[in-house]
């Protein structure tokens, strides 16, 4: 079993930065595709990108060339790196790893991007 825990949301301006980490327990995170999601208020909750054990990183459209994701399989560790962050990116960000049909969740992260 995998244990995760989200941290570095906050508050801030747009146009600002976070970095989100999700700090993982448990088996290693080796083999697991690792993925952000993201759930605004009133809306479902939405894929925002992933990493492969491989390394190969995936985005959806909104977030591309703002966003990055990377893992530090050693630390147990996946974060990412909000860039030019926009109103329209406030949401609780959770943490995703998944292989073949096992998935886990983390808690999530409040990320606010004020206007």
């Known amino acids: 079993q995998v244990q995760l825990v989200e941290s570095g949301g906050g508050l801030v301006q747009t146009g600002g930065s976070l970095r989100l980490s999700c700090a993982t327990s448990?088996?290693?995170?080796?083999?697991?595709?690792m993925g952000w999601y993201r759930q605004a208020p009133g809306k479902q909750r939405e894929w925002v990108a992933l990493i492969t054990r491989g390394g190969s990183t995936n985005y959806t459209d909104s977030v591309k060339g703002r966003f990055t994701i990377s893992r530090d399989n050693a630390k147990k560790t996946v974060y990412l790196q909000m860039n030019s962050l926009k109103p329209e990116d406030t949401a609780v960000y959770y943490c995703?790893?998944?292989?073949?049909?096992?998935?886990?969740w983390g808690q999530g992260t409040q990320v606010t991007v004020s206007s």
């Open positions: 448990g088996s290693s995170i080796s083999i697991y595709t």
């Open positions: 995703n790893a998944n292989f073949l049909r096992i998935t886990y």
